[in-house]
């Protein structure tokens, strides 16, 4: 298992950037495919990005392509998001989570998720 700990979040107007951050714990992050998901009021939680194990490999939410972009340092353990032309409608909790070792989107396949981190866009 594997804990995680999301910070970065906050209040931007639009067209704004934030910088989404996720600490892990634990020896397996660098073996674990990694994601960021979202949930906005009254909406069910999606999948923004994921990023593979070595880093080579993303992939990014059609509503999220060219504006934000997800990385990870498997040296410090630390998972990033780097969010830019934010709009209102990415207004969201952002939820970290952490997978198996087999690439997936689907949120199911995450296990350990972070308490997640408030992102407020005003127009």
């Known amino acids: 298992q594997v804990q995680l700990v999301e910070s970065g979040g906050g209040l931007v107007q639009a067209g704004g950037s934030l910088r989404l951050s996720c600490a892990a714990s634990?020896?397996?992050?660098?073996?674990?495919?990694m994601g960021w998901f979202r949930q906005a009021p009254g909406k069910e939680r999606e999948f923004v990005a994921a990023?593979?194990?070595?880093?080579?490999?993303?992939a990014h939410a059609d509503s999220v392509k060219g504006r934000f972009t997800i990385s990870r340092d498997n040296a410090k353990n630390t998972l990033s998001l780097q969010m830019n032309r934010l709009k209102p409608e990415d207004t969201a909790v952002y939820y970290c989570?952490?997978?198996?070792?087999?690439?997936?989107?689907?949120?199911?396949?995450?296990?350990?998720w972070g308490q997640g981190t408030q992102v407020t866009v005003s127009s």
């Open positions: 990023v593979s194990v070595s880093g080579a490999l993303t």
């Open positions: 634990g020896r397996v992050f660098s073996s674990r495919v």
């Open positions: 989570a952490a997978s198996g070792l087999h690439w997936s989107t689907n949120q199911k396949d995450f296990g350990s």
